[in-house]
């Protein structure tokens, strides 16, 4: 009797359809018993194969999908229960059957114990035993289906896991750019509702002089006493004083002293990308040779920019050490520096409008009153 295998390899995955027969093995040392066992199991839905002993039986178990062995407990190399533990410890989808002539309760206990669904007598009833295997090989069907059944909710789970994953980086990353967003716009509201005096202040006002004297007031009633400075550049190049507050200076010595600062600390000013707290252990760091003008001070820079980086301006808050500037007074500063950034560039555009109307004016012969 010739059987063709389902399987290629024992490691093969095994996918249970209806109408796929089942494996059974029959390990039996007596040929005449594994035909007998055979003829009586003989039917369409089932491929019957045949083992001598327990290393054939191995052979076996490793080369094809197997689904029931039937296993005498005598073999010419070993014991059948042990053969039934080592199927149950590396084939957990193959049931087996203990067959034995002798049908004590401690063989029959040792066989369950080490994985034997049932137990057949010999000699054998036909209907009995194909009764057995047809019970056993439902069970393993069922086994079977579970396992199919947990090894797909297992894809799923790596599937959904992976899915999470994926998705929670990118919440991470929304969520991260949410922060940032909200923190610019925090920072944003934060400086108008600082700097909201100064826009009413500073609505509608055309004159250069104005807009820099009501920052430099704006600037001490929010602060309190500081000496201020506002530099302006110099059509030739350089930076000039547009304003100042003196509070603790010399006086007589001030307007040097300011024009000083013009000159060589506005330039370092014009040079940040942020504000600037110096403190006094700091000063000869951030203004070289020039710290001698501000010793023991400290102080507080912003550099006020238009939208393309071009420096209009340039703030400079100073006074004793012992009168130290907060992080208020710093954020104060970095949010007056770009409004007053934006009402230069308005008296600006305003100064080359009306220029421009004067020169057209003065083509035509025309002068206006």
């Known amino acids: 009797m010739s059987f063709t295998p389902t399987h290629n390899t024992a490691t093969a995955q095994r996918v249970v359809a209806i109408d796929t027969p089942s494996a059974v093995l029959i390990v039996d040392d007596d040929p005449n018993v594994r035909e007998a066992i055979a003829l009586a199991l003989d039917q369409p839905d089932r491929i019957i194969h045949h083992a001598a002993d327990a290393t054939e039986a191995e052979v076996k178990l490793a080369t094809e999908i197997i689904d029931l062995c039937l296993v005498d407990v005598a073999l010419p190399d070993g014991n059948g229960i042990d053969l039934v533990d080592q199927i149950a410890a590396d084939h957990p989808l193959t049931r087996s059957i203990m067959i034995t002539g002798d049908p004590s309760v401690e063989r029959i206990t040792k066989a369950l114990r080490a994985g034997a669904l049932d137990f057949v007598t010999k000699p054998f009833d036909v209907d009995d035993l194909n009764q057995r295997v047809h019970e056993a090989l ?3 069907r069922r086994a079977m289906r579970k396992e199919q059944r947990l090894a797909r909710l297992r894809t799923l789970c790596k599937q959904l896991n992976k899915a999470r994953h994926e998705i929670s980086q990118q919440v991470d990353i929304l969520c991260n750019d949410l922060v940032l967003a909200y923190q610019d716009l925090a920072t944003q509201v934060q400086g108008f509702e600082m700097t909201g005096d100064l826009r009413a202040e500073l609505h509608g006002e055309l004159d250069l002089e104005q807009v820099i004297r009501r920052t430099l007031e704006f600037i001490i009633n929010k602060i309190g006493p500081t000496n201020a400075v506002i530099f302006l550049p110099n059509p030739g190049g350089g930076y000039a004083v547009g304003g100042y507050v003196n509070y603790s200076h010399n006086k007589d010595s001030h307007q ?6 013009a000159e060589n600390v506005a330039p370092i000013i014009a040079e940040l990308t942020e504000p600037a707290h110096v403190r ?10 020039e710290d001698h003008w501000l010793a023991e001070s400290e102080m507080i820079a912003m550099p006020c920019c238009d939208d393309e980086g071009e420096v209009l301006a340039s703030i400079l808050l100073d006074r004793d050490r012992n009168e130290p500037y907060d992080d208020e ?3 104060l500063v970095g949010a007056i520096a770009p409004l007053l950034a934006k009402y230069l560039v308005r008296v600006i555009n305003v100064h080359h409008r009306m220029t421009d109307f004067f ?11």
């Open 280 to 289: 006094d252990d700091q000063v000869q760091r951030f203004l070289g040779h």
């Open 138 to 140: 439902g069970k393993q």
């Open 329 to 331: 007074n710093l954020e």
């Open 256 to 261: 040097v002293f300011t024009q000083h600062l």
């Open 359 to 369: 020169e057209e004016d003065e083509e035509d012969g025309i002068i206006p009153f």
